[in-house]
Nanobody, 122 residues
């Protein structure tokens, strides 16, 4: 069965950078659209970015554009989220998700990791 394991979260000062990772196992990695979601304290989970096997990516509209970059290493079955110019509002638990699809829609993800916490202090 598909398993996702996030790592790399932690605490960082505003303006700093952090990279979180997600390692995939238990399936054919090339078949899956991989995505990052986040859930801030007291808020619902929201889509951040997604990426296909080919490297084509999509981002949520808003403040993450130009600050966050999603990438994947198919040989390592791992995806990454590079986060730059972090602000306190980005404090959240960041979750990795996977689905078999050709679409970047922000729903329909049956597989989820347990999340990694990112705290940005101002």
């Amino acid at each position: 069965q598909v398993q996702l394991a996030e790592s790399g979260g932690g605490s960082v000062q505003a303006g700093g950078s952090l990279r979180v990772s997600c390692t995939f196992s238990g399936g054919a990695f090339s078949s899956y659209v991989m995505a990052w979601f986040r859930q801030a304290p007291g808020k619902g989970r929201e889509f951040v970015a997604a990426i296909r096997w080919t490297g084509e990516s999509s981002y949520s509209v808003g403040s993450v554009q130009g600050r966050f970059t999603i990438s994947r290493d198919n040989a390592k079955t791992t995806i990454y989220l590079q986060m730059n110019s972090l602000q306190a509002e980005y404090t959240a638990v960041y979750y990795c998700a996977a689905k078999i699809s050709i679409y970047f829609t922000d729903d329909g993800y049956p597989h989820w990791g347990h999340g990694t916490r990112v705290t940005v202090s101002s």
